[in-house]
């Protein structure tokens, strides 16, 4: 019908009364040959569910990203135990860091200017996850020209004063297991603070 059609519109012309035949009837072909093709899936549908009683049998289960492993002994929390493995303590280094004492400031704080800020913010990405405080970075990149002025005078206070928000100095720390990496040991974890 498609093949007749086209020969009518090559000979005839579009509007020829042989051309518009020949195009009902291959827009009826096309119709019938689509029902017939739906009803054809439906069939075979129908008889692959029921001949399959169990079709769980065919889905195959994928292997784990991550190889189960015990990373330290049993009774152990991991976390503890990645946490010190990574980050070993240093008690000379404590004593050390206590000890040390910052001499008085003797200049003044310079105060920060609007470009360091939009420096700051352009290593912001777009999209990502807010912190605890929900302010996502879409937020102060889109609020940074109106609250710049407020934001150095908060930001150069806290310079001079040497105190600092508290959130500031804690996170959430999360182990991201690294491709190709052996579980079970230490180093085949990533550690991130959130």
């Known amino acids: 019908a498609q093949r007749a059609f086209f020969r009518h519109k090559r000979l005839n012309g579009p509007d020829a009364s042989s051309t518009m035949h020949c195009r009902g009837v291959r827009d009826a072909a096309t ?11 439906r069939v075979a549908a129908r008889r692959f569910f029921t001949d399959l009683q169990h ?3 065919c889905v195959k289960r994928g292997c784990p990203r991550i190889p189960p492993a015990a990373i330290c002994e049993h009774g152990v929390n991991q976390a503890d135990f990645l946490l010190r493995r990574l980050f070993p303590r240093d008690p000379d280094r404590d004593t050390e860091v206590e000890a040390l004492r910052l001499r008085q400031r003797t200049e003044p704080v310079p105060a920060f200017t609007s470009s ?5 913010a352009n290593g912001l990405r777009r999209g990502a996850a807010p912190g605890e405080d929900d302010v996502s970075n879409d937020i102060v990149l889109d609020t940074l020209e109106v609250l710049k002025d407020s934001w150095s005078v908060q930001l150069t206070a806290a310079l001079e004063a040497g105190t600092f928000p508290e959130e500031w100095k804690h996170s959430k720390g999360v182990f991201i297991h690294k491709s190709g990496r052996d579980p079970a040991r230490p180093n085949g974890w990533r550690p991130i603070c959130l």
């Open 55 to 57: 079709y769980s049998r």
């Open 116 to 120: 360091e800020l939009r420096e700051a």
């Open 31 to 41: 119709r019938k040959f689509k029902a017939a093709a739906k009803e054809a899936k």
